[in-house]
């Protein structure tokens, strides 16, 4: 595959944080896939694939985490009707120690291969650097993929899931999903994509000295908040530009804060704001508490639900953040704090 | 800060793996920190810092890690007369479950972040993404640093120290320490800099069945045999074309693979090749068996030695490829094969 260069078509805004894109950059494509949990919750319909039974097949969590990101992957490229070997690059990350998710699960495809790793906001990530390589004249076409699982996440960060242990209000529940994205630098006339990328705000760590691990939530707020306050600054924007601003996985605790913080640097934000976590999940019928988390929370959301409304216009132009939690078992066995970190990613309508 | 945008100064090269950059890439300055091994080892006197004790004043091996990523940040940019607030991003990653050396390292940086994990490949792999963003016209300056520490790995990976595993003549010893590169778009005339990066070629996961742990030079060759011979295709080159062929951390084991798979495709590289792995102590002596291994190799070796090399013009240019074995405890215990990446940087003598 011999690629043209492209001529530059992007602009660095004022402020250190932020990129707006002046040329193409569509999501040609995108698939979902999710777990039992997540298929009796308010979002069902939408998924591209509930799976009747959160194995999928295989004799571990994690090679069934894998397999979520290698069927997520084969359903977008499907659905683009492009093959794996039509994408330049693949970006990748998931919650699991050194990635496995990911390694496993994209192996086959031999795509070149860029490992993310920004926790719950590896989504985010994934959509940030996969843009950058677009607009660059990189890539003409790059796949973005994420998941987690809540079985696999239970043992990685807390319990084994034979414990049984008690869970306090705040904390989250890991969605058992994966979110596959295709990216191009271009379509056919009056092609139907399901949106454009058209700027990017890249986190910077947020610590507020929190440690509990069972209100990441809260841990992540600042991350989120920064990132959308830094956002308005950059694109010299507000509230009322994005006709919805949304978080990956704050919770209801975390979407308090949120609005908190932002209210103290003068952004009210609670008319536009949703949170993947809140909506993933019917909280009272379902007990998940204060919502949903995980990589997999925003990028089934994000594919399921936020890119419909976007795609048929609803919403004309969104901002999407997903949030991170930066802890491992052995940071908080040690007991260090939780910083967060997020990335914001804004989608437009295309007609 | 407002920065203007570039016009277009790079390709793509034929073949699916390679970029060739035509603008302006410097790796302006770096620097190396290393542990008390290291600092005994045959290229003690080039390391910027050696440290007297392993623990680094941290109350634990993960701390310590964290401040190596810290202080070679530090290091990096003092030499290159930057702060902090000078770089658009840093682009970070090591060896730990959730990445947490390079969270906890530079959190206070206060750098917009973008997390990498390609294991042991993530120096090359913070180096390409960190070209690319200059290249892109997205950044004047990026921080690239990995890390590794002998004892964090050795509890990640293996078992605990005070266990006194015996370790297989294959087997590597991790690195204690890390490497940081200051990435920039322009120079003052004349103004030295270390290298220029003018080409990457991006890895794609080899796996070849391999589940030894102990050997993880054979599990990563394939991945390195990949890129190099990709990276011949791609640019139309041959060995002779590079003073020096570098890998991150083969050790003897997987240098001695890498050789027969590049001689079955009709390259003969043993003139050409140098290990970070093989280079860094002195095996018999040491009692390092295969060689070294870790994020931290192949950064501390580049900085160290590879960069001194190519600034004072003894090697014109260098094919730079770090290799990672995609592998946890948990997937290791899983009875997962351990795939390989790795990533191939180009870098070339600035007169």
């Known amino acids: 595959m011999i690629q043209k ?16 894109y002046e040329t193409d950059i569509f999501i040609k494509e995108s698939a979902s896939i999710v777990g039992t949990k997540e298929g009796q919750g308010p979002l069902a319909d939408l998924f591209d694939m509930v799976g009747s039974d959160d194995m999928f097949g295989c004799p571990n969590w994690e090679a069934a985490e894998s397999t979520l990101q290698k069927d997520a992957v084969y359903m977008a490229l499907g659905k683009a009707k492009l093959k794996p070997s039509d994408m330049r690059y693949i970006f990748a990350g998931d919650l699991l120690g050194q990635s496995i998710a990911s390694s496993y699960g994209i192996l086959n495809y031999e795509i070149p291969y860029f490992g993310l790793f920004g926790a719950c906001s590896t989504c985010g990530e994934s959509l940030s650097l996969g843009s950058m390589a677009i607009c660059g004249g990189f890539a003409d076409k790059v796949v973005c993929v994420t998941s987690s ?3 696999s996440a239970e043992k990685e960060f807390r319990f084994p899931l034979e414990y049984g242990n008690q869970r306090p209000l705040s904390a989250t529940w890991t969605v058992t999903g994966s979110g596959a994205f295709v990216l191009t630098n ?16 890249t986190g910077v760590i947020q610590d ?3 440690k509990d ?11 989120a908040s920064n990132v ?6 950059d694109f010299d924007r507000s509230p009322k530009d994005y006709d919805k601003i949304i978080t990956g996985d704050l919770g209801t605790v975390g979407q308090a804060a949120l609005l908190e913080l932002l209210r103290d640097q003068g952004f009210d934000i609670a008319e536009q704001h949703m949170d993947c976590g809140i909506e993933i999940y019917d909280a ?8 949903g988390s995980g990589c997999g929370c925003a990028a089934t959301v994000l594919s399921a639900y936020v890119l419909k409304q976007i795609e048929e216009g609803i919403w004309k132009r969104v901002l999407f953040i997903p949030t991170g939690a930066l802890l491992s078992k052995t ?6 704090n939780i910083p967060g970190i997020a990335h914001g990613v804004v989608l437009e309508h295309v007609s």
Chains 1, 2 share one sequence.
């Open 5 to 20: 260069p492209t001529t530059t078509l992007h602009t660095i805004q004022k402020g250190k944080q932020s990129l707006q």
């Open 149 to 151: 699982h809540f079985a």
């Open 186 to 201: 271009s379509r056919e006339k009056n092609e139907k994509v399901r949106a454009r990328i058209t700027g990017i705000t």
């Open 208 to 210: 507020y000295g929190l």
């Open 213 to 223: 691990s069972m209100n990441m939530g809260a841990c992540m707020a600042p991350a």
């Open 228 to 233: 959308i306050y830094q956002n308005f600054m």
């Open 284 to 291: 009272q019928k379902q007990d998940t508490h204060a919502g």
């Open 331 to 336: 940071s908080f066995n040690e007991g260090q």
